[in-house]
């Protein structure tokens, strides 16, 4: 937690928070915090400051906080993934927020297998949850929306067009195509495939929708690894 | 598994290996795979093919493998990690081989908890394991080398200088310094520390010996995105 994220609820004043729960637990026992001392605070979709310690107990810690900062501005990117497996959609929801993504659409495809969207990791709450910790590893407040389609071809054919519009529509895969472009100055959609790759039918699909395949040289990285790779060679870093 | 790796003690003539357990397991149950079909096989740092299955049976399998293409080349760095916490190591391996480093040095430093070097994780064989299991997914053959180093400063003062030499001497630290750059064409010797970073004496110490400050902009990143997000901004794809 290298920002502790507040909502609008926790203000009992126009400039003072009161928090209990995991963030108190994390003031007391990660900072250390005593009465007086600052800490990074942020206001969910606000922005930035610090926050001054003005009373500590067991139960709850009031702050006075001062938000001047805006949050670092998000790379201009649409993210469509193919659903990963429960184990790693966890940690990959985390991945995308920290990197600053805000849009993100999860979609089906041929390699996603049909228990994946039973996990009750997609609930709203579980990946508010994980974006939540994305956001105060990364000091950011924008929350990124999520949103689940359950079928490729509507997507693909009805949705994604429009979606995608005005932006530089990139697939990557592992396959043919060419390098993944560096440090893009306008937005981009991309999409990344399953472990094992989109089918060479969906990889039309995406081509009848203005996509161009592009790859990451001869090593296949998995989705985890290729995910963080290619987001931050697309859009330089500051 | 993207590739499956061969060693030298499978071959039972010239260019005929014979396989069984994991890779066997592998072969059936994914590949699905029938006699007369041909599989992208490698050598353990050597070249990379294809084999054709020659015979299939429960307990194990012969291929006629033809081995003519090198492996790709990897990226000139050299990695200088701080021991991350045994759940995150298995994975960082594969990271870090996935992406095609060739030296990985773990390293001590003061937010390394001491217990992290009493994990099996880092035994010669578990760690053997993980980079295989990095070189299936990458389609690589070329082991990496990994060194432990479990004392901070000897490490820094005697031996980092020579392993340095000659190469661009980068520590990742999210306070200060300049932009990480994109694309050398040269060696570089890369410094990441643990999650909450290097203390100051840590960056003053890898100054001290040549290092110079790069940050990845105003988000911070966990040590599993981090690097990969370093590794590919620093050496092109392909």
Redesign the interface.
């Known amino acids: 937690m290298?920002l502790i994220l507040l909502y609008e609820a926790d203000f009992i004043s126009s400039d003072i928070v009161r928090l209990s729960g995991r963030r108190l637990e994390h003031i007391v026992q990660v900072h250390r915090a005593e009465s007086g001392q600052q800490l990074r605070v942020g206001l969910l979709n606000g922005n930035i400051g610090f926050g001054q310690i003005t009373s500590l107990s067991d139960q709850q810690v009031e702050l006075q906080v001062g938000l001047t900062k805006s949050p670092?501005p998000p790379p201009p990117i649409t993210l469509i993934l193919a659903l990963p497996r429960p184990k790693m959609l966890k940690r990959i929801i985390?991945?995308v927020t920290?990197?600053?993504v805000k849009k993100l659409v999860l979609i089906n495809s041929y390699r996603v297998e049909k228990s994946y969207w039973q996990t009750p990791w997609l609930d709203e709450e579980k990946l508010f949850e994980q974006c939540l910790l994305g956001l105060e590893?990364?000091?950011?407040t924008q929350m990124p929306e999520i949103l689940l389609r359950k079928r490729f071809k509507p997507f693909v054919e009805d949705e994604l067009p429009e979606l995608s519009q005005d932006s530089h529509k990139l697939v990557a895969h592992p396959i043919g195509g060419t390098?993944?472009p560096?440090?893009l100055r306008e937005n981009c959609t991309l999409a990344i495939g399953p472990e094992g790759g989109f089918i060479a039918y969906e990889v039309e699909k995406l081509k009848e929708a203005g996509f161009h395949s592009v790859?990451?040289?001869?090593?296949?990285?998995?989705v985890?690894?290729?995910l963080?790779?290619l987001v931050?060679?697309l859009f330089?870093?500051?």
């Open positions: 290298n670092p985390q991945h920290a990197l600053g590893q990364a000091v950011d390098v993944c560096v440090d790859h990451l040289g001869p090593r296949i990285l998995r985890e690894t290729a963080p790779v931050s060679r330089p870093s500051s």
